[in-house]
C-alpha cells in the first residue's frame, strides 16, 4: 500500500514523536513553506502527505486535538492546492495524495472527522479532477479511492455525492466511465462501486440512475457482453487442438464475471433498475444473440438466419458506441456457434435467477414455436407478453365460471383447482394422446425451433460434445428458481393431474412426462454402456440427473413400464461392459474401491461443470490436456476400465433412486464391520502371534499380531480382563506388504498402506515398521498367516464384485486367481498364466501379478471360528478368563515348525506350499448384515485334496458347475486353495 | 510559526434553515468579510477565531457551520453532541426560519443532552430591512420568544458586520461564566469546553479552576 519511501528522511526541527501532534505542526509547516510543487520538493510533500494520513489516523483514535488542528489549518485545502498544479512531476504527488486521502476515508472512524472531509464538494472536485489516467499507477489510485468512497455511501452520506438540485452524482458518473477498462482490478472496483452505489436507499439518487445513467450503462455493458463473447466464440472455433486453453479460460471467467454482476444487481431487487437491466439484457444480449444462434442449425430456412441476423445486428450496435462496434459483425455476423450459444445459456440459467429475465429466456426457448419465430425477434418477446396476458385472462374466465372454447392446453389448466378438473379431462387426455405417441412428440417439437436445437444437440452418434451442453442447458431451466413451473412441466419435469372418471367422483392423479426427451436420455444411458463409446462420464451423469428430473415427481418415479425395460437393459449392459474389464490383477480391485470412494464425494455439481472452460474445446481422449478424466474420454485399457467401474456405478445408482432404494452392497468394504483402535477384543480362543513392533525412529512395542478377515489387528492385552485385548492398530490386509528380513529370521518388514479413500490423499503408509517375533518358526506363521490374508481379503472382495456383476461362473469358484505381491516367494514362484485368462492390462504388468489359480486344487479346511468376539456387541466375557493368550502362542508356536519347513523349500520351481492352512486365519463375529459375506459360521468339508498342478490350467475359470446352495462353501474352501496342502495330517487339527 | 495562546476552547455549532446566512454571519465572525453569493452549506464546515472575555480569559472558539438543507439533517446531528452553545439562526426577512427556530432549538436540547447548551437567538440580514426590505419577524416577537426561552437574542447583519461579534461574544461569555459558577467543567471525552495550553501559567490555574468543579460531581 505505502509507498517504500522513507520515513526517516531526516529534515531539521522534526519531532521525534511521529505520532504526535507536534509532528503535525511539523508538518504542516512543511506542506506552507512548499505550496509550489517543484523538482526539488516533490520528494518532501510526498513523504509529508503520507505522514499526515498516518498521523490522523493516529489522532483519529487517540488525541482529538490532532484532528481539530487539521480543520483549524484548513490542510484540506493544501491537498486540492496541490492536486491542481500541473508542474513538477504532479501525478508523482497526486499518487501520494490520492493514496493519501484513501487511507484517511478507509480508516478515518470518528464521524464528525469523516463528514468534515466529505463536506463542501472538496471530494467531488478531487472526483472530477482531470487526472493523468494514462499512468496506470494513477489510474489504480484513482479507483480505489473512489472505491473506498463508495463504501462510504449510505442514506445520509449519499447527499456529499449526489446533488439532486443539479442532478450530479460525479462519483457514479466518473466510476462508470472505466467499466471497461483493460485492467481488470479497474473493472472489479468499478463494479463493486456501482453496487455499493445502488444499495444505498434513496429514492431520487435512485431515479437519478435510472433515468439518467441507466439505458446507455446497461447498454454498454450488454455490447461488451456481446463483444466479448464474439471472441470467446472465434477462440473456440479456432481451437480445436487445445492451444489456447488459457485465453479460453480468461474468457470463460470474464463471462462468468458479467454474469455475477448482473445478478448481484438484480438481487439487490431495485424494481425500476432491474426492469431497464432486464430490458436490455434480453433485447440486446440474450435474445438476438444467445438464442438466436441457437437457430443457426443446417437446416433453419434462409430467410429466418436473415431475420435474425438483422436483429441481432440492430440490437447489439448500442447507439453509444457505434463507431467501435462495426469490426464484429463483419467477423460473425452476429451469432455464435451453437454449441458455446448453449454454454453461455446454461451459466445464465445457473447464475441468474431473476424471474422476469429467466421466465422469459425459458418460454422463449421452450415454447416458441415456428410461427413466432418467423415474425422476429421483436415479435418473440411481444408474443410472450400476449402469452401471459391471455393465460392471465383465461384463468380470469374460469374463476368466473365460464369455459373458455379456444383455451390453449399448455396456459389455461390451473393443475391445483380441483373445480374445474372437468375441463382438465381434455386437456390431459388430449396431452396423454401427444404424448404416447412418441412421433407425435417429435411433431410438436418440430414447431419449437429452439428447443428442437437443444433437442438435436442431445444426439451423441458421433460424439456427446454438443449433448453435454444441451444437457446442462436443459437441466440449469429445471433447476432455477425464477423459473415457474408452469414453463418446465410437462418439458423438463414431470406433469401432474387429476382425472376424474366420468362414473365417479373419485378422482386419480395422472402423470405425465415428456416421452421424447426421456427417450434421448436413455439413448445416452444406453450408448454410455456400450464399448468403445464417445459418451464423455460427465455427460452420462449430467443425462442421469436430468433424467431423473424428468420422471421423479412427490418423491415417486413416474416412468413408463416400456422405459423401465430400457433402464434395466442399460443396467444389464453396464454390467456387461464391466465384466470385459474384470480381472485378476490387483489394479482392478484398487481401481473400483477407489472409484467408488471417488463418486461417493459428491454428484456432479453443474455449476462448477459450466464454470470449466476445458468443456467447450471437443472432447479428446489424451490425459496430457490436463483435463479431468470424467471430462474426456479414457485413453488406454486402464482408464476404459475407470470408464467402465464409473459407468457401472452411475447406472447402478440410477436404478437404486429410480426404485427408492439404498444401496447395500458398497462399498466393499463395510466400515461397520471392521474393528476400530481401542476396541475391546474377546481373543480367548483366538490365534494370537507375539511380536515387538519396532517404528522407524526405535519406538518398540511389544504386540500381538491378529489377523481377521479384512483386518490386521495389532493388540495390546486388556488389563481389565484376562483373555481380551485393546486394538492399538488396524490396517486392512489387502493394502499391506511383507518382507522377510536378510539378516534376521526372525524378523519382518510390514507396510501397511493406506486405504483408498475419497476423504485424505494422504499416501503415507499407515504403517512401516519391523516386525521382531520370539523366533524364526513364529516368524514364518506370520508372514504365512499376512501374506495369505492379504490374498483372501482380496479374493472375498473380488467375488464380491463378481456376484454384483452377475459373472456367470461365480457359483463355481472364481475366476481370478491371485498370487500375493512383493513377497520373495510369490514372486520366485509365478507361473505361466492360464490360455483362458483375459488380456491382461498392458501396463502394471509384471511378475507377481495374477498367479493362476485352479478351481478345485485342494485346500485345507479349517473351521471357521468364531474366536474373537468383539466387546461392541455389548456382552461381557461369559466364559471364565483363562490364559487363552497362552493357548494362542502355544497354537502359532505348533504351526510355526511347519511354516519352517515351507521356508526350506523356498526357491523351488513349484509353487511353494506355505502351510498357511494349518493356521487358521482367525475369523471375528460380524454383525449379520456385515457386506461381504465371510461365511463365519460354515464349516467347511474337507474335498478332496489332489494335487493337479498342470492339468488344471486347461479347465475354465469361470465354470459354473456348482449348484448354487453351495457357493458359500465353495468360496471358503477357494480361499484356502492357492497354495497346495501336501500335509494333510497336519490339517486336521484345525478342523 | 507560534500557536495563539488561550485559556480555553469553546465549541459552538450554527444551525438554522438554509440560506438564513449561517455561512456568511461566520465567515464575517472569523474573516471580517461578506460575499453575495454563498453557496448552500454542503454537509459542514468549520471556522475558529479566538476571543477575550471580559476578565481577559482567552478563549478559542471552535465553530461548526451545519446545512440547513434538509437532506443533511442527519449529518449534522453528529455535530451536536460536542457543543456547549448554540446559535439558532432565522433571516428577519424570512418568517418560516423563524417559525422552525423551535424545532431546531428542541432538535439541538435533544443531542446535546445530557449538557445544556447556552443558546443565542440570532436574527440574520437586519441590513435588508434598513435598506427598505420587508421585515417579516419583528424584534419584540423575537425578544418575546427569546426570553420565554432564556435564550440571548440579537438581530445582526452579516453585510455590514452589526452585532456579529456580540452574537458570540454573549455565548462565549455566557459558558465562560458558567464554569466560573461551576455549572460548566470540561469533562474527558467531551469536547464542548476543553482548557487552553500553551500557557503555563495559565496552565496551572485551569487546572486549578477546574479541580473543585470534578469533585463537586463526584
Ligand atoms: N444582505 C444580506 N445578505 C445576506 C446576509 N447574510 C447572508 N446573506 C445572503 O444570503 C444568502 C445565503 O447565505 P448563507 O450564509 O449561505 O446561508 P446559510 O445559512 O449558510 O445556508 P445553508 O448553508 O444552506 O444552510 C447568500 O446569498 C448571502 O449572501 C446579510 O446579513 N445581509
Ligand atoms: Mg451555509
Not at chain 1, 211 to 224: H, K, L, M
Not at chain 1, 771 to 793: E, H, P, S, W, Y
Not at chain 1, 855 to 872: F, L, W
Not at chain 1, 938 to 947: A, H
Request: hydrophobic share 35%; net charge neutral; proline share 4%.
Amino acid at each position: 500500500m505505502f509507498r517504500s519511501r522513507s520515513w526517516f528522511g531526516g529534515g531539521w526541527g522534526r519531532p521525534k514523536n511521529l505520532h504526535s501532534l507536534e509532528h503535525l505542526k511539523y508538518l504542516y509547516n512543511v506542506l506552507s513553506r512548499n505550496q509550489t510543487v517543484s523538482e526539488h520538493n516533490r520528494s518532501l510533500l510526498v513523504e509529508s502527505l503520507r505522514s499526515i494520513a498516518e498521523i490522523l489516523i493516529w489522532g483519529d483514535q487517540n488525541d482529538s486535538s490532532v484532528f481539530d488542528f487539521f480543520l483549524e489549518k484548513n490542510m484540506l485545502s493544501f491537498f486540492l492546492r496541490i492536486m491542481r498544479q500541473r508542474s513538477g512531476g504532479s501525478s508523482f504527488v497526486c499518487v501520494q495524495l490520492l493514496q493519501t486521502l484513501n487511507i484517511l476515508f478507509e480508516n478515518i472512524r470518528n464521524e464528525t472527522s469523516l463528514y468534515y472531509l466529505l463536506s463542501n464538494n472538496h471530494v467531488n472536485s478531487i472526483i472530477v479532477h482531470k487526472f493523468d489516467f494514462s499512468d496506470e499507477e494513477v489510474m489504480a489510485y484513482y479507483i480505489s479511492f473512489l472505491k473506498t468512497l463508495s463504501l462510504k455511501l449510505n442514506a445520509h452520506t449519499i447527499h456529499f455525492f449526489y446533488n439532486e438540485h443539479t442532478n450530479d452524482f460525479p462519483l457514479y458518473t466518473e466510476a462508470i466511465k472505466f467499466f471497461n477498462h483493460p485492467e481488470s482490478m479497474v473493472r472489479i472496483a468499478v463494479r463493486t462501486l456501482t453496487l455499493n452505489v445502488y444499495k444505498v436507499e434513496d429514492t431520487s439518487m435512485l431515479a437519478f440512475i435510472r433515468d439518467r445513467t441507466a439505458a446507455p450503462y446497461f447498454s454498454n455493458i450488454v455490447w461488451f457482453i456481446g463483444k466479448h463473447i464474439q471472441e470467446l466464440d472465434t477462440c473456440v472455433r479456432n481451437d480445436a487442438d487445445h492451444q489456447s486453453q488459457n485465453r479460453l479460460s480468461d474468457l470463460v471467467a470474464e463471462h462468468l464475471d458479467h454474469l455475477h454482476y448482473l445478478n448481484d444487481i438484480l438481487c439487490l431487487n431495485i424494481t425500476d433498475l432491474n426492469h431497464v437491466l432486464t430490458d436490455h439484457l434480453l433485447h440486446k444480449l440474450l435474445i438476438p444473440l444467445y438464442i438466436y444462434s441457437l437457430s443457426s442449425n443446417r437446416r433453419r430456412m434462409s430467410n429466418n438466419d436473415l431475420v435474425a441476423q438483422s436483429l441481432s445486428k440492430v440490437s447489439l450496435t448500442p447507439k453509444t458506441s457505434q463507431n467501435s462496434s462495426p469490426k464484429m459483425h463483419d467477423v460473425t455476423n452476429g451469432k455464435v456457434s451453437c454449441v458455446v450459444a448453449l454454454f453461455l445459456l446454461s451459466q445464465v440459467f445457473l447464475i441468474l435467477s431473476h424471474s422476469p429475465l429467466v421466465q422469459t429466456l425459458a418460454w422463449i426457448i421452450l415454447k416458441t414455436d415456428k410461427t413466432v419465430f418467423e415474425n422476429g425477434v421483436d415479435k418473440l418477446h411481444d408474443f410472450f407478453e400476449y402469452e401471459k396476458q391471455r393465460e392471465r385472462q383465461s384463468s380470469e374466465e374460469e374463476a368466473s365460471g365460464s369455459v373458455s372454447s379456444e383455451k390453449d392446453k399448455d396456459s389455461s389448466c390451473s393443475k391445483e383447482n380441483l373445480l374445474y378438473e372437468q375441463a382438465n379431462i381434455n386437456i390431459t387426455d388430449e396431452e396423454k394422446q401427444r404424448l404416447v405417441d412418441p412421433m407425435e412428440g417429435m411433431g410438436s417439437v418440430k414447431n419449437h425451433p429452439f428447443l428442437e436445437t437443444v433437442y438435436e444437440a442431445l444426439d451423441c452418434t458421433e460424439n456427446d460434445y454438443a449433448a453435454l451442453f444441451g444437457l446442462s442447458l436443459l437441466y440449469a431451466m429445471s433447476s432455477n428458481r425464477g423459473v415457474t413451473s408452469d414453463i418446465t412441466e410437462q418439458v423438463l419435469r414431470p406433469k401432474k393431474s387429476f382425472i376424474s372418471k366420468s362414473s365417479t367422483t373419485s378422482k386419480d392423479v395422472k402423470y405425465t412426462y415428456n416421452t421424447f426427451l426421456v427417450e434421448k436420455m436413455l439413448q445416452i444411458i444406453i450408448f454410455s454402456c456400450q464399448p468403445s463409446c464417445r459418451v464423455r462420464l460427465v455427460t452420462l451423469e449430467l443425462a442421469l440427473k436430468l433424467f431423473i428430473q424428468l420422471t421423479v415427481c412427490d418423491g415417486k418415479t413416474v416412468l413408463s413400464e416400456s422405459h423401465r425395460h430400457t433402464i434395466e437393459t442399460a443396467r444389464v449392459q453396464s454390467m456387461a461392459l464391466l465384466r470385459n474389464f474384470y480381472k485378476s490383477e490387483e489394479i482392478f480391485l484398487d481401481m473400483f474401491e477407489h472409484e467408488y470412494c471417488d463418486m461417493l464425494k459428491g454428484s456432479l455439481n453443474v455449476e462448477w461443470l459450466c464454470m470449466d472452460s476445458a468443456i467447450l474445446l471437443p472432447p479428446t481422449g489424451t490425459p496430457m490436456t490436463g483435463i479431468d478424466f470424467t471430462k474426456r474420454l479414457p485413453c488406454g485399457e486402464v482408464e476404459r476400465a475407470r470408464r467402465a467401474i464409473r459407468v457401472y456405478f452411475l447406472v447402478r445408482n440410477l436404478v437404486l433412486t429410480l426404485n427408492g432404494e439404498v444401496e447395500t452392497q458398497l462399498p466393499l468394504t463395510n466400515p461397520q464391520s471392521c474393528v476400530q483402535i481401542d476396541q475391546a477384543l474377546d481373543l480367548n480362543n483366538s490365534d494370537l502371534i507375539a511380536c515387538t513392533v519396532v517404528y522407524k525412529d526405535g519406538t518398540k512395542m511389544r504386540r500381538f499380531l491378529v489377523i481377521d478377515i479384512l483386518q490386521l489387528i495389532l493388540v495390546e492385552p486388556d488389563t481389565k480382563r484376562l483373555g481380551w485385548g485393546v486394538s492399538k492398530l488396524v490396517g486392512f490386509l489387502q493394502d499391506i506388504e511383507v518382507a522377510g528380513d536378510k539378516d534376521d529370521s526372525r524378523c519382518l518388514h510390514i507396510t501397511i498402506h493406506r486405504p483408498i479413500s475419497g476423504a485424505s490423499t494422504n499416501r503415507v503408509p499407515l504403517l512401516n515398521a519391523k516386525f521382531v517375533f520370539d523366533d524364526n518358526i513364529r516368524c514364518m506363521a506370520a508372514k504365512q498367516r499376512l501374506t495369505k490374508g492379504r490374498i483372501k481379503a482380496r479374493q472375498k472382495k473380488m467375488q464380491h464384485i463378481a456376484r454384483l456383476l452377475e459373472i456367470p461362473g461365480q457359483s463355481g469358484p472364481p475366476s481370478p486367481a491371485f498370487a500375493g505381491q512383493g513377497g520373495p516367494y510369490t514372486r520366485s514362484s509365478v507361473r505361466p498364466t492360464r490360455v483362458e485368462n483375459r488380456a491382461l492390462f498392458n501396463i502394471n504388468r509384471g511378475p507377481g501379478f495374477a498367479a493362476p489359480r485352479r478351481d478345485s486344487s485342494p485346500g485345507v479346511i479349517h473351521r471357521a471360528d468364531e474366536s474373537i468376539r468383539r466387546h461392541r456387541d455389548g456382552e461381557s466375557p461369559s466364559r471364565g478368563a483363562n490364559l487363552k493368550i497362552e493357548n494362542g502362542r502355544r497354537d502359532a508356536r505348533s504351526r510355526d515348525n511347519s511354516s519352517s519347513r515351507v521356508r526350506s523349500r523356498e526357491g523351488s520351481p513349484r509353487m511353494p506350499r506355505p502351510r498357511s492352512e494349518e493356521i487358521p486365519l482367525e475369523l471375528i463375529k460380524k454383525a449379520p448384515h456385515s457386506i461381504i459375506d465371510m461365511a463365519p459360521k460354515i464349516t467347511i468339508i474337507p474335498r478332496p485334496q489332489t494335487p493337479r498342478v498342470i492339468s488344471s490350467e486347461t479347465e475354465p475359470s469361470t465354470s459354473n458347475e456348482h449348484p448354487k446352495e453351495v457357493i458359500k462353501t465353495e468360496i471358503s474352501v477357494s480361499e484356502e486353495t492357492s497354495f497346495i496342502a501336501e500335509e494333510n495330517g497336519e490339517d486336521d487339527e484345525n478342523l | 510559526m507560534v500557536e495563539p495562546i488561550f485559556d480555553y476552547q469553546f465549541r459552538l455549532i450554527l444551525i438554522g434553515d438554509s440560506t438564513v446566512g449561517k455561512s456568511s454571519l461566520l465567515k464575517y465572525f472569523t474573516d471580517g468579510k461578506f460575499a453575495e453569493v454563498s453557496d448552500p452549506t454542503v454537509g459542514v464546515d468549520f471556522f475558529a477565531r479566538l476571543i477575550e472575555v471580559k476578565d481577559g480569559t482567552r478563549i478559542k472558539l471552535q465553530l461548526w457551520d451545519t446545512a440547513g438543507q434538509e437532506r443533511f439533517r442527519s449529518i449534522t446531528k453528529s455535530y451536536y453532541r460536542n457543543s456547549v452553545g448554540a446559535l439558532l439562526v432565522y433571516d428577519i426577512c424570512n418568517r418560516t426560519s423563524f417559525d422552525n427556530i423551535p424545532l431546531w432549538m428542541s432538535e439541538a436540547k435533544r443531542h446535546i443532552e445530557p449538557h445544556r447548551p447556552v443558546f443565542c437567538l440570532v436574527g440574520c440580514k437586519l441590513d435588508l430591512v434598513n435598506n427598505g426590505g420587508k421585515r417579516e419577524v419583528s424584534k419584540e416577537e423575537a425578544k418575546a420568544f427569546a426570553d420565554q426561552h432564556s435564550l440571548f437574542h440579537v438581530e445582526t447583519s452579516a453585510k455590514n458586520g452589526l452585532n456579529v461579534e456580540e452574537a458570540f461574544r454573549c455565548v462565549t461569555q455566557e459558558v465562560f461564566n458558567r464554569i466560573q459558577s461551576g455549572e460548566y467543567k470540561v469533562e474527558d471525552g467531551w469536547d464542548g469546553i476543553k482548557t487552553g495550553f500553551s500557557r503555563p501559567s495559565g496552565l496551572n490555574f485551569n487546572l486549578v479552576e477546574a479541580e473543585p468543579a470534578k469533585l463537586s460531581c463526584c
